[in-house]
């Protein structure tokens, strides 16, 4: 079984995008029992907290659903258990590292490696207005498709 997660700051808004949008993604598929996922943060700001209603509201709209996943914080044993370990932005990305083992074989890097969309980071839109979330939607969505595509090229 490969295993994936995804990693912002807070688990709130982008890393639980990621998590519903690309389970979406292995349901419609029928792959679940090949990918397991999941989604943390670096920061425990809000361990046990639903995702931000806007980025449930906005997920919903386009047909994924947030609703059971609640916040947790990425911790070193995540190393031992995921195959992929995949940031939003930099920032988290030094963070990760900081936690990861000498001798993690898994992929640790930057969610949006798995999409030719000119960004690198996918944008926080916590503090911004609707449109970040859509763009959060659309970049999230892309890089799905492509770390989909990875991950069945792998169980191949």
Known sequence: ??????????????????????????DEQGLNDFIHIDSAGTAAYHVGNPPDSRSSEFARKRGYDLSP???????????????????????????????EPENYAGH????????????????????????????VLDLVESASLGLLEQIKRDLA
């Not at 709130?12 to 690309?22: E, Q």
């Open 108 to 135: 640790l890097g930057l969610f949006l490696d798995f999409t030719a969309m000119p960004e690198s980071e996918v944008p926080d839109p916590y503090y911004g207005g609707d449109a970040g979330f859509e763009h």
């Open 69 to 99: 996943l609640r916040a947790r914080q990425a911790i070193e044993s995540d190393f031992y258990e995921f195959d992929y370990i995949l940031a939003m932005d930099e920032s988290n990305l030094m963070n990760l590292r900081a936690l």
């Open 1 to 26: 079984m490969t295993k994936v997660l995804f990693v912002c700051l807070g688990n709130i808004c982008r890393s639980p995008t990621a998590h519903g949008v690309f389970q979406a993604m292995v």
